[in-house]
């Protein structure tokens, strides 16, 4: 697959409008979980805008491909470089004040991770794709791909000391008081 290439510029007027919706803060946070562990539920039903869904802006940036071109099933080359350029929006996003969490990474080191019990992951995901409300990520089909995912994720905890936990809630309690 190739990638539509990426041209990094000021960004102002991408991050202007991203400051009209959700809030900056003193100091901008980022939590990373596997696909499945709620961000989109939890962002769109937040009671202020403080937590940005890092796939809405992963996407508005280009710096993840469009949901259609399942990208996660390209193989290890496409998702390295995806994450890459991910990684370098969600720094910008941070450096600005905004909360953030994704599940996309390659060497940004986030403030937090998530990973929920496996049951709680293999159901959101059945869940959210047999309701008719897909907007991609992993499905019933990519178990193996999670594990990897997770095992990937966890080592920020066992290798580098990041606080993990199980809910988003805990997380963003434990970043914010």
Request: with cysteine; net charge negative.
């Amino acid at each position: 697959m190739n990638l539509d290439p990426v041209i990094f510029c000021g960004g102002e007027d991408f991050f202007d409008n991203l400051a009209k919706k959700y809030k900056t803060h003193q100091k901008g946070l980022f939590i990373m979980t596997p696909s499945g562990a709620g961000k989109t539920y939890f962002c769109k039903r937040q009671s202020e805008p403080d937590w940005l869904d890092g796939d809405e802006v992963l996407i508005a940036s280009g710096a993840q491909p469009k949901v259609e071109d399942k990208w996660w099933d390209q193989g290890v080359p496409v998702i390295e470089r995806v994450e890459q350029r991910c990684d370098v929006i969600t720094q910008q996003c941070v450096d600005r004040g905004f909360w953030i969490m994704n599940s996309i990474n390659f060497w940004l080191k986030p403030d937090a991770i998530v990973i929920p019990e496996w049951d709680v992951l293999v159901s959101n995901i059945h869940k959210r794709q047999k309701s008719g409300n897909y907007v991609g990520g992993l499905t019933d089909s990519h178990h193996e791909q999670l594990k990897i995912s997770i095992r990937i994720i966890s080592e920020w905890n066992t290798k580098h000391g990041v606080p993990q936990f199980k809910s988003i809630k805990e997380a963003i309690e434990h970043l914010t008081s």
